[in-house]
Each structure stands twice: as structure tokens, then as C-alpha cells.
């Protein structure tokens, strides 16, 4: 009896699957599973639009009616505790097993955790689902001093909101910059001057030597060099680790995040992990990337739809990535790691431009602030591989529409 594709996670890339698999002519059963008990919805919007709004809800990514219609067996609020290769079926920590033909792990990552004393003080949140955005929502009402630990995307966003809420906000970063590598140098002091026009205070290259609290609720947040930064609420988004412990305990090789070959399948032919938790070969980078991002999973979604249906090739999707920083968008295409020379359109006063990172002629990755057409026209320059002089780039995106054929 055909037993079919089992998905672990039903995040963007999990349910992105089961929808392609239909598309691509699969007939056989797809069971979705998920720990969370509800429809899976977007997760961009709990640290944009969920957090501003109170009236907002979760935006759902397909009505249930959706899967009902496309035949995809929805098991939401359940947890898978195990992996049996031989058997070819996951095990429910609530007891009873699913088997599989093939398996497909989308289990996202979770959130650091800070180990500082004062990390079990009431007043602490970070953002990964649906109830932690609720939970962090409903605190900041009361919350007038609010510590932001961790300079990166999801930080930031909630920051800006907090800071436009009329809260007072503190981003503490212990790198000598806010988002880190994430974006080129001069975005990132972008946003920090803009950040701190909305009046956060910005503290970079700090460290952090303990939180402090009150009758078990934190108060403060006291920096290495013994100042004291008031907190009545502390977001922390200090990054996020794989869930690859199933994926480990069943014996697949790991290394931050499930290490998959090129078709996206794991050191066991029979099971593909896709989204945050895979790290794959890039082919563009030339090197193993785990990336988190929306696009990342659906697109690994489609690839792996096909190749279970017969359809091998490499995963070679061009990445991009958005993120809502209070009144800036910024939109990234490709990936900069080997880049050693770098362009900026846009006058130097410009709040909207771009950088293009360049590995000698050699166009890598595209930053864009505020310019949503020159990034879409930056992801299909670097899918085409067609690198633009720096007499291009001044010409502007017009002439850069020619170059990919309009
Ligand atoms: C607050 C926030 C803001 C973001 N903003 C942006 C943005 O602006 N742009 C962008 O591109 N990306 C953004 N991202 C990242 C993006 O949401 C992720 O990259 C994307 O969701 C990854 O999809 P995924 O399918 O790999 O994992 P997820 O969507 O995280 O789904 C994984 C699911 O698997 C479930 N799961 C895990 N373990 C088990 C288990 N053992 N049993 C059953 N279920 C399990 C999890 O609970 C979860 O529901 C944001 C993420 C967050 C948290």
C-alpha cells in the first residue's frame, strides 16, 4: 500500500510543499504535521503588522478548505518525538506512528536562548510563532522601558514598532555594528542613523554582564562597563539554531542544520529537508548556506515537489530576502560573502539605493533600501549571471532593464 509523503513542520515550506506536489501530479497521501495548533499562517508579519495592530490577526497562508480540496491531511498541535528510518515512519510524542515512502523535514529553528543570569526573570520574550507575538503584544501595553538584545532583522523591526508606540527603546549589540553581515556596512549605518532619528538609543560593541529584576521581573539590563539600561520588557533576538535533533537522533548527518546534497536530499535518499533548517550547497556562493528566509523555503518547497516526482535537477534559486524596518524596506538578492568591491547607486543623501557587491566584475548580491524596482530587477541580473559595469549602474535601472532584455 502506498503510504506516501509524510511533512514534519508546517511553516512556509512545509505547507508550500504539499500544494506543489499536488501541482506537480502527486496522487498518493500527503500528511502535514505540525506541533502548532494553528492553520499554518506568515510568519514575517508577527514582528511587522501582528505587533503595531492589536485588531490584526495571524494571516493564514491558505484557508483550510485549501488542503481539504487538495487532499493534504492536516495533524496540527502534534509533535513529532521520532524518526525510524527502518520502519520509514515518525512517531507522535503523544503516542502512535505515521509511515512514510517519502519524508520531508521542515522543522524551521528555534530562537537562542540568553544564558545571562537574570534569563529566567518574567518580562523576557523573543518572537518565533503565532504565541509568542501574542504573548509579547499584550505585555507591551504596560512596558514603558523596552531592551532590545541582538541587533539583527526580527529585533530591529519590533524596535522600530515599539519606538513609534512611544516606548522608550534600547538595542544593545555586541558586534561593533547592528545587522551584523546580514547587509553591507553602509545599509547597516543606514538604519542606524534613521533608528536613532526615531530616538532608540543604538548601543553597538556592547556587552552585556547580567539582567537584573524586581520580585522576579526584570528591571534591568546592566551592560560589561556597569551601566544600568532600565527595562520593564526585554526582547531578545540573538539568532536562531536548526530543529535538527530529529534528523540527528535518527542517524542523518548534521551540521548546523540537516546537511543535504544539491537535490535537497538528506544522507538518507528517502527523506529532503528544506527552509531553516537545511544547509545546502549554493551553487552561486560555492559554499554550504543555511538560510532563513521566506523565499528560501517555499522555492526549496517547489524543488523538491519535483524531484519527488522524478524531476532531478540542482537547486539553484537565486535568494532574496525583505525586511520592514519602520519606515525603510529593505530587499536583499543574492548572497555577498566573496564580495570585495562594492557600488552604491543613489545620492549620497538618498534615503533609497542600493549597493551591489561585487567579487571582482563578478555581480554577487544586491542591498536595497526603499528601491523595490531596482531590487526586482537586481534578482534577475544575478539569475542571468549578467554582472553591470559601474557605468551601467549609473545609467540606471532603465539601462539595467535592457541589459536582462526588459
Ligand atoms: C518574527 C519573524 C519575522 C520574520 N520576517 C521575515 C521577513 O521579513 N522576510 C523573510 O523572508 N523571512 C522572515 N522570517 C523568516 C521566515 O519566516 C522563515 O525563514 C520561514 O518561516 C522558514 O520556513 P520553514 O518552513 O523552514 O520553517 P517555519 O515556517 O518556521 O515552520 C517550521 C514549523 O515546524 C514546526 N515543528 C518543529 N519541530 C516540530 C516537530 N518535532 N513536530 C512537529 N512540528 C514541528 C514548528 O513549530 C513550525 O511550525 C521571519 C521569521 C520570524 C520568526
Redesign the pocket.
Given at each position: 500500500m502506498q503510504r506516501g509523503v509524510v511533512i514534519?513542520?508546517?511553516?512556509?515550506?512545509?505547507s508550500q510543499i504539499g500544494f506543489s506536489l499536488r501541482q506537480e501530479g502527486y496522487d498518493g497521501p500527503i500528511h502535514l504535521?505540525?506541533?502548532?495548533p494553528d492553520l499554518p499562517y506568515h510568519?514575517?508579519p508577527?514582528?511587522?503588522a501582528y505587533l503595531k495592530d492589536v485588531s490584526q490577526d495571524v494571516q493564514i497562508l491558505r484557508a483550510e478548505k485549501a488542503y481539504v480540496d487538495a487532499r493534504i491531511e492536516l495533524a496540527l498541535g502534534?509533535?513529532?518525538?521520532a524518526i525510524d528510518r527502518q520502519a520509514q515512519a515518525i512517531r507522535f510524542a503523544e503516542g502512535g506512528k505515521l509511515r512514510y515512502d517519502r519524508l520531508v523535514i521542515?522543522?524551521?529553528?528555534t530562537n537562542r536562548k540568553l544564558t545571562l543570569t537574570g534569563h529566567d526573570l518574567e518580562g523576557l520574550h523573543s518572537?518565533?510563532?503565532r504565541a509568542d507575538?501574542a504573548h509579547l503584544r499584550a505585555a507591551m501595553n504596560t512596558a514603558n522601558d523596552i531592551a532590545v538584545i541582538g541587533g539583527g532583522?526580527?529585533g530591529l523591526?519590533a524596535a522600530a514598532t515599539f519606538a513609534l508606540l512611544g516606548k522608550s527603546v534600547t538595542v544593545i549589540e555586541l558586534a561593533p555594528s547592528i545587522l551584523g553581515r546580514a547587509v553591507s556596512p553602509v545599509v547597516a549605518a543606514h538604519v542606524d542613523a534613521e533608528y536613532r532619528k526615531l530616538g532608540i538609543r543604538v548601543l553597538t560593541a556592547t556587552g552585556i554582564d547580567r539582567l537584573e529584576g524586581e520580585a522576579g521581573k526584570v528591571r534591568a539590563v546592566l551592560l560589561a562597563d556597569g551601566t544600568a539600561v532600565p527595562a520593564d520588557l526585554v526582547l531578545v533576538g540573538i539568532g536562531a539554531t536548526a530543529?535538527d535533533a530529529?534528523a540527528r537522533d535518527a542517524g542523518l548527518t548534521c551540521d548546523n542544520g540537516i546537511v543535504v546534497d544539491a537535490t535537497l536530499a538528506s544522507t538518507d535518499p528517502t527523506i529532503f529537508a528544506?527552509?531553516?533548517?537545511a544547509n545546502f550547497p549554493h551553487a552561486q556562493a560555492g559554499r554550504r548556506v543555511r538560510l532563513?528566509?521566506?523565499?528560501?523555503?517555499s522555492d526549496q518547497a517547489k524543488h523538491v515537489a519535483k524531484t519527488i516526482m522524478g524531476k532531478i535537477e540542482d537547486y539553484r534559486e537565486t535568494p532574496w530576502?525583505?525586511?520592514?524596518q519602520g519606515p525603510m524596506k529593505l530587499q536583499m538578492a543574492g548572497l555577498s560573502f566573496e564580495a570585495d568591491r562594492h557600488v552604491r547607486t543613489g545620492a549620497p543623501d538618498d534615503p533609497a539605493f542600493s549597493v551591489y557587491h561585487y567579487a571582482g566584475d563578478r555581480l554577487l548580491a544586491v542591498d536595497s533600501v526603499n528601491r523595490p524596482g531596482e531590487h526586482m530587477v537586481a534578482r534577475r541580473l544575478i539569475a542571468a549571471g549578467i554582472s553591470p559595469s559601474a557605468a551601467d549602474l549609473a545609467e540606471g535601472p532603465e539601462r539595467l532593464k535592457n541589459l536582462i532584455g526588459r
Open positions: 514534519i513542520g508546517a511553516g512556509h515550506g512545509g504535521v505540525s506541533d502548532e510568519k514575517p508577527l514582528s511587522k502534534r509533535k513529532v518525538e521542515a522543522t524551521g529553528a518572537i518565533r510563532t507575538a532583522f526580527i523591526e530543529n530529529l528544506i527552509g531553516d533548517v532563513e528566509s521566506v523565499q528560501n523555503a530576502f525583505w525586511s520592514d
